[in-house]
């Protein structure tokens, strides 16, 4: 089972930037999704998450307002809207699929994960 995120990159204080993971078919369906991250020197954290019709998103208090999840259950593909980025934003983001269709906030929660892509907020 692959995960394969991409999208990461360098952005400004108060920028945006768009990151994406693609699965195989078999891991997608019907599968909720999620999104962590890893900052320099701290523990993985929950994101954002989804469920697999896309009908219950759930947030870290941290982006609430400002990231998005979606999905596009015909291209299998999990996305995630980034605005009004921080410093602090700074990490490396893993997507993860659960074998549930209700999403978790929990690492627990998960079965897969993809190796993840950096995003880089300069202030």
């Known amino acids: 089972v692959q995960l394969q995120a991409f999208g990461g990159g360098l952005v400004q204080a108060g920028g945006s930037l768009k990151v994406s993971c693609t699965t195989s078919?078999?891991?997608?369906?019907?599968?909720?999704m999620g999104w962590f991250r890893r900052a320099p020197g701290k523990e993985r954290e929950f994101i954002s998450s989804i469920s697999w019709r896309g009908g219950m998103t759930k947030y870290a208090d941290s982006v609430k307002g400002r990231f998005t999840i979606s999905r596009d259950n015909a291209k299998n593909t999990v996305f995630l809207q980034m605005n009004s980025l921080k410093p602090e934003d700074t990490a490396v983001y893993y997507c993860?699929?659960?074998?549930?269709?209700?999403?978790?906030?929990?690492?627990?929660?998960?079965?897969?994960w993809g190796q993840g892509t950096l995003v880089t907020v300069s202030s």
């Open positions: 078919r078999r891991t997608f369906s019907n599968n909720a």
């Open positions: 993860a699929a659960s074998r549930l269709s209700i999403s978790s906030m929990t690492i627990t929660g998960y079965n897969y």
